[in-house]
């Protein structure tokens, strides 16, 4: 990702999660991250990495279409279930109650501009 102040590209892990046939990445930490920030001051726009480069763009879920990416997300990255308020057996309403708290991103191709972020 590239810093939004620096603008030098910082590289970091993140958990891809899929539902519904769409991938999605989610900020286990909440919404002021420095991850989310840079994300947002690029457009959405970043380059992931897993055995190739990918251009994508990442587009902000809407709140109340998150809980369900949520659930699925917390079943693929226990690294991150320390972080969440939630179990694994919480109700959907629990996840809902939640879903303001970690911005959840639908991941799509996109083109680059010279502003791109990089993730790995």
């Known amino acids: 990702m590239r810093g939004r102040r620096t603008g ?3 590289w970091f892990p993140v958990v891809l999660t899929e539902f519904e046939d769409r991938r999605y990445l989610v900020s286990m930490l909440g919404p002021h991250t420095n991850w989310v920030r840079n994300l947002k ?3 959405g726009q970043a380059v992931l990495r897993h055995g190739r480069r990918e251009q994508v763009r990442l ?7 998150r809980a369900p990416i949520l659930w699925q997300y917390l079943r693929v990255a226990p690294g991150a279930r320390p972080h969440f308020p939630v179990g694994l057996d919480a109700a959907p309403a629990d ?5 303001a708290d ?11 501009s010279n502003k791109s972020a990089a993730l790995s």
Do not use: K, L, N
Not at 59 to 65: C, K
Not at 102 to 112: D, G, K, L, Q, S
């Open 8 to 10: 030098r590209t910082i």
């Open 41 to 43: 001051a690029a457009q």
């Open 59 to 65: 587009t902000e879920v809407a709140t109340e279409q």
């Open 95 to 99: 996840y809902e109650r939640i879903a």
């Open 102 to 112: 970690y911005p959840v991103f639908r991941i799509e191709p996109a083109p680059m």
